[in-house]
Nanobody, 120 residues
Framework: QVQLVESGGGLVQAGGSLRLSCAAS????????MGWYRQAPGKQRELVAA???????NYADSVKGRFTISRDNAKNTVYLQMNSLKPEDTAVYYC??????????????WGQGTQVTVSS
């Protein structure tokens, strides 16, 4: 089994910054893509940012230039640095990882979510 544990959420004023972390643990051969998604009340879950095993990145248009995704492969951890936060960034943020758990098994895992609230 693989667990993803997120941390770093909280309440911040508009214009402020937060850094989210997500650490994977368990039986891990390797981790391919990792990403951050978010879900605001009454809305569908959406991709915020993703990073491949080779560290190529892509971002939602709404966060480009403000958020930065990175990863530490030695720690099986992905980060999301969020700057210039806006009230519309308020959501539960979920970590996602595509994990190889054996030579023949690749599975997708989700974290439990961490709340980010941006006040105006």
């Amino acid at each position: 089994q693989v667990q993803l544990v997120e941390s770093g959420g909280g309440l911040v004023q508009a214009g402020g910054s937060l850094r989210l972390s997500c650490a994977a643990s368990g039986i891990i051969f390797s981790i391919n893509a990792m990403g951050w998604y978010r879900q605001a009340p009454g809305k569908q879950r959406e991709l915020v940012a993703a990073i491949t095993g080779g560290s190529s990145t892509n971002y939602a248009d709404s966060v480009k230039g403000r958020f930065t995704i990175s990863r530490d492969n030695a720690k099986n951890t992905v980060y999301l640095q969020m700057n210039s936060l806006k009230p519309e960034d308020t959501a539960v943020y979920y970590c996602n990882a595509e994990v190889r758990t054996s030579f023949v098994s690749i599975k997708n895992y989700w974290g439990q979510g961490t709340q980010v609230t941006v006040s105006s």
